[in-house]
């Protein structure tokens, strides 16, 4: 499984919208657009899981600098979270 960092989305992408770009290069597994806590609004960036990790190579690859909806994707693979202090 590999999660995929997408940002600089347009605040206006759907969880569809995003699912389908990313089912040009093979299978999805589970798309999520983070929404501000306060507001509810798109915060303009999402995680994409793929379970193929060679599909998630091209996905990355093909999409990172296209335009998606007028905005030029930022697409990388995601870095783990940083474990949090718990002091």
Do not use: C, H, W
Not at 11 to 39: H, K, M, P, Y
Not at 54 to 74: C, K, P, Q, T, Y
């Amino acid at each position: 499984m590999k999660n995929i960092f997408v940002g600089n989305l347009a605040f206006t992408t759907s969880e569809d919208q995003l699912r389908n770009i990313f089912e040009q290069f093979g299978a999805v597994e589970r798309v999520a657009i983070l929404s501000d806590r306060d507001t509810g609004k798109s915060r303009g960036f999402g995680f994409v899981e793929m379970p193929n990790g060679d599909e998630a190579n091209r996905a990355i690859e093909g999409l990172n600098g296209s335009d998606f909806m007028g905005r030029a994707l930022n697409v990388n693979e995601a870095r783990p979270k940083p474990p949090k202090d718990r002091y």
